[in-house]
């Protein structure tokens, strides 16, 4: 074949010889200076290259990988082809909505030799003016199957396909076809003759859906469907399966496509159109410090993310305008208060615990470690808060300052191991130092006491015991300004005593020591204050700080000296109060008394106390109507430090409450029913009922750490074996906590503190439950499980904690008749007349005999009788006659329970 230089092209074709070999090479032909000779036909292809662009179909880069495949969900085709025709300024517009009409393009791969792929890509998905900007790219890249569109459009359009052949470069090729050239290959079609210029731009956009300029107005064109079909035809200069037969696709025979332009000035103008379109481009990116919105230059990658980012984008606005980063929450939060708070769905949240294996209900309250993880999760700084803080009034009374402080008396707790002799210790105190008070009155219990010492009182509460100590604490009532803690002499220190220490330093309350029992001849003091020294409680002449008061509850030894100790350290600590204020004070007792009703034993921290004050304790409020003191007198007021009873709360309230006085009923009131409602709010949340599956599933899912059992038996003997087996059943996880036992049968009251207990069970030995109890069992939820067979309660207890159950035979209650009357028939013994209280008695079937509540007797109705007829059955409320098989023993209320054997899932 034939070759051609180089140079010979370049100059035939207009070109430099620089640019055709670049030309060449990104083309793969092997031309290496301007005299490098290629064959006929390849300079045909490069020319049109150079100048086009375009590329023959069938043209294969040498090295060429299989070109990909490109997926288009929405073709270009469907714009419509009347927009060819479409007068200017309209056309535009189809163009854009093609373009985003075919922005779902998905490559299916995406090597990265396939510049052209993403050109096409871009041409397709790109807006005309952002195309536009890479129109120069596009010129050289636009595939061929450009050309079979344009000459399909052409021939529908009646435009004239020129077709030249490039033979040896010897064919002239005038100057003025290059910008001809060039327009084809920038717009792929050049179409309308009709308007001049406007079409000329208008085609330009249309074909190029690239290089046009920016349309002057964006009005929207309405699209018939039609219109669209067709519209799209023309335009679809991508979809090559399209192609209609009856035009050469291919571009095998060397035919390029000329543009009619007839109108040269049309390129002239559209090269200014494009010029200008750039250069406001420009500035508008650089007015807006970035390129124009909207107008991003076209990449690929960037296109995908952009894409997702516009789903992150509306996520993420979303967010930023409601998403919560902190939020303060209650302690106690529902899954759908905390979704609330955090501004998320309940599914969201249950979802985030569901994958932890946590699962929760939207009324679930949500655990401290599970907000942890749900805040965690999403992001938001968590910080609870109690609700109960703006019922808080004795935070509201603290924050009030006190005016007029004045001293007041030290408030001492004695503490020690069991029989070191505190109580020994505070009736010598009190009966030493009370002696100057009126003697012989009734004294009154109000649970603390005032002595006098050197003119300065010292009250003594006399409930001993560092769980209430610890408890009353606990509750943020810390009643006690000193602790005693007593150790015998003889004794030494002993477990009670360092629990004791333990309790009063965590207090951090000051503490002094009495060895008590120093009459006793084994009295060995310092065998104590080594013991003490070892756990850190040094004597003070022992170089420690501790005050440690030898002392004898017998002969009064120490005790003034104990006294004058407590005064010494009430001193150093400057107890003071304020005596003008209303009262705060603490409850350290309290209960229901006859003929007084709600009395609670108090000692005054702050204030004082009146009577006809209005005060709340608690959850409880009322009216101060009288106050005792422990000698049984009756007082006006008290003041700081005081201890006294109360009378006039309505309800009892609870040791370690604290009481404040306020101003008006209205407000004692309010405030206590607030706080009572929230509590009962909080109690109904809880589950307080659980059934036995639910029980065992909480076991095995270790959320149950103590299983509370309240044990009923017939005899005491039975009571104590069960009682001693079931201490003895534990495993790692579970406990058996026995709440209440006690011989007989099961009670209503047994019934309220099982309902009162979370998860209680109660377990029958030889008792059945009867009439009102059993009608209560059932209101309230409460299963009684009744056994004859220890082993048999044992080993349903042990399945429990082991939170398996196993299938077992259950008994099934089947009717209940009580007995009336009783006769007795010679021979044939006892029948007992009896009315049918509960189910069925049938004949034959297994029965027992319930007396009190007892299980008295095991055996069958061996006799059913109904007005002397033998019955199969006789129902609720029916009377009949009844005889127990080898049992006459029958009186009058006993029950007869008859029942039947079933097999049943999962039991205790
Ligand atoms: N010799 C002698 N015996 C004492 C003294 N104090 C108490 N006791 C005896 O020690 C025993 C226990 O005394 P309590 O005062 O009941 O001891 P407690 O610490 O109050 O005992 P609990 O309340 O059970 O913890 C009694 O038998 C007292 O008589 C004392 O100073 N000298």
Not at 323 to 343: D, G, Q
Request: aromatic fraction near 4%; hydrophobic fraction near 35%; include cysteine.
């Amino acid at each position: 074949m034939d070759k051609v230089k180089i140079q010979e092209i370049a100059e035939e074709a207009g070109l430099s010889n620089g640019e055709l070999i670049e030309k060449a090479k990104e083309l793969g032909f092997n031309v290496k200076a301007a005299n490098s000779a290629i064959n006929v036909n390849d300079a045909g292809i490069l020319v049109d290259y150079a100048i086009s662009g375009t590329l023959p179909k069938s043209f294969k880069k040498p090295g060429d990988k299989p070109k990909l495949k490109v997926v288009k969900k929405k073709e270009v085709e469907k714009v419509p082809e009347k927009s060819v025709e479409t007068p200017a300024e309209e056309v535009p517009v189809v163009v854009e909505e093609a373009a985003v009409e075919t922005t779902e393009v998905a490559v299916e791969e995406v090597p990265a030799a396939e510049v052209a792929e993403s050109k096409e890509e871009a041409v397709a998905e790109e807006s005309p003016e952002v195309l536009e900007e890479k129109s120069s790219e596009v010129d050289k890249e636009e595939s061929v199957e450009t050309a079979p569109a344009v000459k399909e459009v052409k021939q529908r359009k009646g435009i004239s396909v020129v077709s030249k052949k490039i033979e040896s470069g010897s064919d002239k090729e005038s100057a003025e076809e290059k910008p001809k050239r060039r327009v084809l290959s920038r717009t792929g079609i050049k179409i309308v003759r009709k308007a001049k210029p406007a079409p000329v731009r208008a085609a330009t956009k249309i074909s190029m859906g690239s290089g046009a300029p920016t349309p002057p107005s964006k009005k929207k064109v309405k699209k018939g469907p039609a219109e669209a079909r067709e519209t799209g035809k023309k335009i679809d200069i991508f979809n090559h399966d399209s192609m209609s037969g009856d035009i050469d696709s291919g571009f095998g025979e060397e035919e390029v496509v000329l543009l009619d332009f007839s109108d040269k000035n049309i390129y002239e103008d559209m090269m200014r159109q494009e010029q200008k379109r750039r250069e406001e481009a420009k500035k508008r990116e650089a007015a807006n410090g970035g390129p124009a919105k909207g107008r991003q230059p076209f990449r690929p990658q960037q296109r995908r993310s952009l894409k997702r980012g516009g789903k992150r984008k509306k996520y993420t606005k979303e967010e930023s305008s409601e998403v919560v980063t902190s939020v303060e929450i209650p302690e106690n939060v529902r899954v759908y208060e905390f979704a609330e708070k955090v501004n998320r769905s309940v599914g969201e949240v249950v979802k985030v615990l569901f994958a932890l294996g946590m699962m929760v209900t939207k009324n679930d309250f949500l655990s401290k470690d599970e907000i942890e993880i749900l805040a965690e999760e999403f992001g938001v700084e968590v910080s609870t808060m109690n609700p109960l803080d703006e019922l808080d009034y004795v935070q509201a009374y603290d924050e009030v300052e006190d005016t007029h402080l004045e001293e007041r008396p030290p408030v001492i707790t004695i503490m020690g191991h069991v029989d070191h002799g505190k109580t020994s210790l505070l009736d010598r105190i009190r009966s030493a130092k009370v002696a100057d008070r009126e003697a012989g009155g009734i004294t009154q219990h109000v649970g603390a006491y005032q002595v006098e010492k050197n003119g300065k009182k010292i009250t003594f509460v006399d409930t001993p015991g560092h769980e209430a100590f610890t408890e009353m604490r606990a509750r943020g009532a810390q009643a006690t300004d000193i602790v005693i803690i007593v150790v015998a002499a003889d004794d030494g220190v002993m477990p009670q005593t360092k629990e004791a220490i333990a309790h009063t330093k965590a207090a951090g309350v000051p503490f002094i020591i009495a060895i008590t029992k120093m009459d006793k001849e084994g009295a060995n003091p310092d065998n104590v204050k080594s013991q003490l020294a070892e756990m850190d409680v040094m004597a003070t002449d022992w170089g420690g700080e501790y005050e440690f008061v030898p002392v004898s509850a017998y002969t009064g030894m120490g005790i003034d000296e104990l006294l004058e100790t407590i005064l010494l350290q009430a001193e150093v600590m400057e107890l003071k109060a304020d005596p003008t204020r209303k009262a705060k004070a603490v409850v350290v007792e309290s209960s229901l008394e006859k003929g007084f009703g709600p009395v609670a034993n108090v000692i005054i921290k702050n204030g004082t106390l009146h009577v006809g004050d209005n005060v709340i304790a608690g959850k409880t409020y009322g009216r101060i109507k009288a106050i005792k003191m422990d000698d049984g007198s009756s007082v006006k007021e008290i003041g700081p430090s005081t201890p006294a009873a109360i009378v006039g709360l309505h309800d009892v309230p609870g040791a370690g409450d604290v009481l404040v006085a306020m101003d008006t009923e209205k407000e004692v009131r309010e405030l206590a029913e607030k706080r009572a409602e929230y509590d009962r709010a909080k109690q109904l949340s809880k589950t307080t009922k659980a059934s036995l599956d639910d029980l065992s599933a909480l076991i095995a899912e270790g959320q149950l750490k103590s299983l509370p059992v309240i044990i009923k038996a017939d005899v005491q003997g039975s009571l104590e074996a069960i009682k001693g087996s079931l201490e003895k059943l534990r495993n790692e996880e579970v406990k058996v906590n026995i709440i209440h036992e006690g011989v007989g049968g099961v009670t209503e009251s047994d019934l309220t503190l099982a309902d009162a207990s979370e998860h209680a069970v109660v377990l029958g030995f030889n008792v059945r439950p009867t009439g009102a109890v059993r009608k209560k069992a059932k209101e309230l939820g409460i299963e009684i499980r009744s056994y004859n067979i220890i082993y048999d309660l044992l080993d349903d207890v042990k399945a429990l904690l082991g939170g398996m159950m196993s299938p077992v035979i259950k008994e099934e209650v089947t009717g209940q008749a009580e007995v009336r009357e009783t006769f007795v028939v010679g021979k044939v013994g006892t029948i007992a007349g009896a009315k049918v209280i509960d189910g069925v008695i049938t004949r034959n079937a297994k029965a027992r005999l319930i007396r009190d509540g007892v299980v008295v007797y095991e055996s069958t109705i061996s006799s059913l009788k109904r007005f002397n007829e033998d019955a199969r059955e006789v129902k609720n409320g029916y009377e009949c006659g009844i005889m127990l098989e080898n049992f006459n023993d029958i009186k009058e209320g006993d029950v007869i329970e008859t029942f039947k054997d079933v097999e049943e899932q999962v039991s205790l």
